[in-house]
């Protein structure tokens, strides 16, 4: 379930199909949102590893930003 990536709850991870060459999380916000930059945790338990870089796609087209220490800016875009 993908609101388990973004619920905030150490007990829940979105974990992608092991078999997905190209995992995808999309996500959409009820208004507008200004982003510049993202944080991803996860739990030390959970059956799974973290990302060491992210592709976020948006209208302006699609920024690849590496993560350091689960954390990443980037130029800031606006998004739905």
């Known amino acids: 379930i993908q609101v388990a990536a973004i619920d905030e709850d150490g007990a829940t991870t979105w974990i992608a199909a092991?078999?997905?060459?190209?995992?995808?999380?999309?996500?959409?916000?009820?208004?507008?949102?200004?982003?510049?930059?993202?944080?991803?945790?996860?739990?030390?338990?959970?059956?799974?590893?973290?990302?060491?870089r992210v592709t976020l796609v948006h209208d302006d087209g699609q920024t690849t930003v590496s993560l350091r220490d689960g954390r990443a800016s980037f130029p800031a875009f606006t998004t739905d």
């Open 18 to 52: 092991e078999e997905d060459p190209e995992p995808t999380l999309r996500l959409s916000f009820l208004e507008p949102q200004r982003l510049t930059g993202l944080r991803l945790r996860l739990d030390r338990q959970a059956p799974a590893t973290a990302p060491d």
